[in-house]
């Protein structure tokens, strides 16, 4: 099969010339960048401190349920 039948198949231009779509980690800077852009340092450092509240509350729940579990 020549390779023009090969490409014409996959939907690419005749002449050669490859398209090539964004890959999931170009996708994702992308959008990283776009969201620092649009919002700035301060939305991260409160999504930040939103994590780790509750991380520290979920935490402290895991304890307490260990606490009353352990027999005595």
């Known amino acids: 099969m020549a390779d023009e039948e090969k490409d014409?198949?996959?939907g690419e231009p005749e002449d050669g010339?490859?398209?090539r779509g964004?890959?999931?980690s170009e996708?994702?800077?992308k959008g990283g960048i776009a969201v620092r852009d649009e919002r700035g340092h301060?939305?991260?450092e409160e999504i930040g401190r939103?994590?780790?509240q509750k991380v520290r509350e979920l935490?402290?729940?895991g304890k307490s349920r260990v606490a009353r579990e352990?027999?005595?």
């Open 17 to 19: 010339a490859a398209r």
């Open 42 to 44: 301060a939305f991260y």
């Open 22 to 24: 964004m890959t999931v």
């Open 70 to 72: 352990e027999p005595e």
């Open 59 to 61: 935490i402290e729940r």
């Open 8 to 10: 014409a198949r996959r």
């Open 50 to 52: 939103k994590g780790g």
């Open 27 to 29: 996708a994702g800077r």
